[in-house]
């Protein structure tokens, strides 16, 4: 226990406290798609930031088009009814998410009637949550931020009339920053940068109606850092340099598409988050590549299911609507102060708005809710609150 004091919270150093979705998934890389609660985001290929769900959708843009969107998302997060051994009921802990912008770019250029070519930066993961030093559950955590930037390069390939393919290869970095204060301060930081992969498939039934299917690998991050502490009484926590093995979860993604009439459309989408990769954290002295510390997650795979509808209400303008349900990949047992995950509640709209034919805005809303969640900590427990609302706002135009 004593050489673990120091790492009891980095088992949780990538899991950020957030109500966005399940564990420190961001699923926001698209302004259009919020707006439907990605409800049909695999199917939909409206314009290229769809590519991030289904590359292979990418056959559906002619020519060359560009996307550049950014996401603010501004969570609440509290802690109440706080109760530590031998201290009683504590004040509520506020503001313990911050809010954050989480940018987005693609571009796409035909190559011929049968290839296209495609390129997205997105940020997949991370979050920022940050406790007073002098919490109650402070030993368990204090700060903890994480930063993801993915660069994919893709190709998709028009197989027959019906039929797309699609490739493409994730380049992450990964960077992670944790501080804890069991007793004396402790800072962990480490970053990589590494490679895993997309295939994609969509299937054009006729004009108004599409399929889509979607598999992101996971991404096996090997962090190198190092660990800083004040004052602390255990050897297995003085200043060193440390790797951890951290696994990003594969993803895959089924979505339908289909148009009812000039008017309406409506769409749906299910997908499955791999977070059993997420089943511990190992922690290795850098020098003598020795086993510092094992501590077990157990994180569970999620669904995420979506329906969503839009309306063309004239020749500029397209409403969106969109709800969406997501389970939580943490289990009561295995809840932290770094992650109080519960399940949620997505309500969503958005308006797209046609300039002119190469000149598109999208906006979009969504209103997330998650269930109360119950958390143990070393001596005590406290009750979460958490609900996020997400704003994006995405360009794209068509040259």
């Not at 031998?86 to 049968?114: F, L």
């Not at 004009?207 to 690998?217: A, L, P, Q, W």
């Not at 997650?297 to 839009?310: I, K, L, M, P, R």
């Not at 406290?382 to 706002?393: F, H, T």
């Amino acid at each position: 226990m004593k050489k673990l004091l120091t790492f009891t919270a980095l088992a949780s150093v990538l899991a950020i406290a957030n109500a966005n979705a399940a564990g420190f998934h961001l699923r926001e890389q698209s302004g259009a798609a919020l707006g439907n609660a990605f409800a049909g985001a695999t199917a939909g290929a409206e314009n290229n930031s769809y590519a991030y769900f289904n590359a292979a959708g990418l056959t559906r843009h002619k020519g060359k088009q560009f996307n550049i969107g950014g996401t603010y998302i501004a969570p609440e997060a509290s802690a109440h009814n706080i109760k530590t051994t031998g201290s009683g009921e504590t004040s509520d802990v506020h503001n313990i998410v911050h809010s954050a912008i989480a940018p987005n770019m693609s571009y796409s250029q035909q190559i011929d009637d049968k290839f296209t070519f495609g390129l997205g930066i997105n940020v997949p993961f991370g979050m920022v949550t940050k406790y007073d030093d002098s919490w109650a559950g402070a030993a368990d955590g204090v700060t903890s931020k994480v930063t993801t930037v993915t660069t994919t390069p893709m190709i998709a390939y028009k197989a027959t009339d019906k039929l797309s393919l699609g490739v493409g290869l994730p380049i992450q970095y990964f960077k992670a920053k944790l501080t804890s204060n069991p007793g004396f301060d402790v800072k962990i930081e480490g970053d990589t940068v590494d490679v895993g992969y997309q295939f994609s498939a969509l299937y054009e039934l006729s004009d108004k109606t599409r399929f889509g299917v979607n598999y992101r690998s996971e991404i096996n991050h090997k962090l190198k850092g190092e660990v800083e502490s004040n004052n602390s009484p255990y050897a297995a926590v003085h200043n060193q340099d440390i790797t951890a093995r951290i696994d990003t979860p594969a993803m895959l993604s089924v979505g339908a598409y289909h148009e009812i009439n000039d008017k309406w459309a409506v769409m749906a989408e299910y997908q499955r988050v791999f977070w059993n990769s997420f089943d511990a954290i190992d922690i290795y002295g850098a020098d003598t590549h020795s086993l510092v510390s094992n501590t077990p997650e157990n994180w569970e795979d999620t669904d995420f299911y979506s329906v969503g509808a839009s309306y063309q209400i004239d020749d500029q303008w397209k409403l969106r609507l969109g709800l969406a349900y997501d389970e939580a990949a943490v289990k009561v047992d295995y809840r932290t102060p770094r992650v109080p995950d519960s399940r949620r509640i997505w309500y969503s709209t958005g308006l797209e708005y046609k300039y002119n034919d190469n000149l598109t805005f999208d906006m979009g809303f969504t209103y997330i809710q998650a269930k109360e969640a119950r958390v143990e900590f070393k001596g005590g427990s406290a009750d979460y609150e958490n609900s996020v609302k997400i704003w994006g706002l995405s360009v794209n135009y068509k040259f």
